[in-house]
């Protein structure tokens, strides 16, 4: 395999593990446990260590936007829409840890807490629920069409159905804590962050195998 082929690979592979930068937080912000509210706080504008956050954000967001960027002007069928949910995630993951930051923690601090029921945060941190609705869906609109290019190939499709399992389990829990709030919120949130590496690790073994990504690829 050349360097040009597998670039993109590794670049998807560093993204997944960049990804992850939310298992270092309760080290540079003891506020919060492994599991406790959401991801995102830890990149909250009021929060220490928030730029450590939101720059792994921008970094990951510039590295999957700009990979399937070049993935899908090479591609055809299915793994071209895989591609293209690959770049909407990755603007909308740059967005959340730059433009639409939290402004605040809300799960550890209670006048946040209070200045989001009123609706009196600003409109960076209204814009961040919108973001991130947005990779949540790209992402899963770009693992189903990696899924239907590789069902053809039996062991690249199990993975993809695994990965595809514990995002679909963390999503789902989460959209349920977002409707009936509990202390469990946080742990359903890392399920599906972890579905999301998951994902990018697995978009980067197809990327890097890359019968998708070549001018004469066909859908398999």
């Known amino acids: 395999m050349n360097r040009a082929r597998a670039l993109p690979g590794l670049a998807l592979a560093l993204a997944g593990v960049l990804y992850s930068s939310w298992l270092i937080g309760p080290l540079l912000n003891p506020a919060f446990g492994l599991l406790d509210g959401y991801a995102s706080e830890l990149a909250a504008r009021d929060q220490p260590y928030h730029l450590v956050f939101g720059l792994g954000d921008l970094v990951v967001g510039a590295l999957a936007a700009a990979t399937g960027v070049a993935l899908a002007r090479r591609a055809r069928g299915w793994p071209r829409w895989a591609w293209w949910g690959l770049v909407a995630f990755g603007v909308a993951t740059a967005l959340d840890g730059t433009v639409s930051s939290m402004d605040c923690a809300p799960s550890a601090d209670a006048r946040c ?11 960076r941190d209204h814009w961040h629920s919108a973001s991130s609705a947005v990779a949540i869906a790209a992402a899963l609109a770009s693992l189903f069409a990696l899924l239907m290019s590789r069902r053809g190939r039996r062991g690249s499709f199990r993975w993809g159905l695994a990965v595809a399992a514990v995002l679909l ?3 789902a829990g989460t959209l349920v804590e977002l409707i009936r709030p509990d202390a469990a919120l946080g742990a359903w949130q890392r399920v599906q962050l972890l579905g999301l590496s998951g994902w990018l690790l697995y978009a980067g073994g197809v990327a890097a195998a890359r019968g ?4 004469h690829s066909t859908v398999t």
Do not use: F, H
Request: net charge negative; glycine share 16%; proline share 0%.
């Open 113 to 123: 807490a209070r200045l989001a029921e009123l609706g009196e945060l600003s409109w």
């Open 169 to 171: 389990v963390g999503t």
């Open 212 to 215: 998708d990504g070549s001018r």
